[in-house]
């Protein structure tokens, strides 16, 4: 089946650094999106990122589709920004049906 | 106001009962999910509903029925809960324009003993 890889697994940052999350995909994917699950649980939409750079504050993606991959960025990292990180995306003409990644769980420390 | 809500947060409940999960969004969107995230937080989707018809369904055992009265409500209807129903439940829905991305509610945390 469709593969979707994050990488790191974990990551524990002291406040203030920056970090570079990556998603890869083992096939071309449509409706890539960033997802941010905070500790209580909620799932919020970072990013709609098909392809190219988007850029919301202290936050950016890129999405290189025709190398499958797609890199959140995240700077000057705060302890709100802990949580798990997650990339998803649809295959083919299942657009509706996003597969999520494993996630990166990111811990910043005060 | 919440774009997304589900009911109820928490749900324990015996094996063996039936239980059902609430979601209504306000955001006008025309298609709905349901998602649900393990205890290694894997997510993974169930269903789906485009303007109360199903357009996903995946390999759910069919103790899962999902109903959609019109386009702003989803609710999950589980028959017979078995210990492995245990999860966090996530209704979401989505615009037509894609742009705007997926909004999910906060969750159902489903406890089955």
């Known amino acids: 089946g469709i593969q979707v890889e994050q990488s790191p697994p974990d990551l524990i940052l002291q406040e203030g650094a920056n970090s570079t999350l990556r998603c890869n995909f083992s096939d071309s994917v449509n409706n890539l999106q960033w997802f941010h699950q905070n500790p209580w649980g909620q799932l919020i939409n970072l990013f709609y990122?098909?392809?190219g750079t988007k850029q919301n504050g202290r936050l950016s993606a890129t999405t290189v589709a025709t190398e499958r991959y797609s890199l959140l960025y995240i700077s000057s990292s705060q302890t709100t920004d802990s949580g798990v990180y997650f990339c998803a995306g649809a295959y083919g003409g299942a657009t509706n049906k996003l597969i999520f990644g494993t996630g990166t769980l990111l811990a910043v420390q005060p | 106001d919440t774009a997304v809500s589900q009911t109820p947060k928490y749900l324990v409940t015996q094996m063996g009962n039936d239980k059902s999960i609430k979601c209504e969004q306000n955001?006008?969107?025309?298609?709905m999910y349901w998602y649900k995230q393990d205890s290694k937080k894997f997510l993974k989707i169930m269903f789906s509903?485009?303007?109360?018809?199903?357009?996903i369904n995946e390999t759910v055992p069919n103790r899962f029925s999902p109903k959609s009265p019109d386009k702003a409500h989803l609710n999950l209807h589980i028959n017979s809960l078995e210990l492995g129903d245990s999860a966090v439940y996530f209704c979401?829905?989505?615009?037509?324009?894609?742009?705007?991305?997926?909004?999910f509610g906060s969750g159902t945390r489903l406890t089955v003993v």
């Open positions: 509903y485009n303007n109360k018809e199903l357009i």
């Open positions: 955001l006008g969107h025309d298609t």
């Open positions: 990122i098909p392809s």
């Open positions: 979401a829905s989505s615009h037509p324009d894609r742009e705007y991305g997926y909004t």
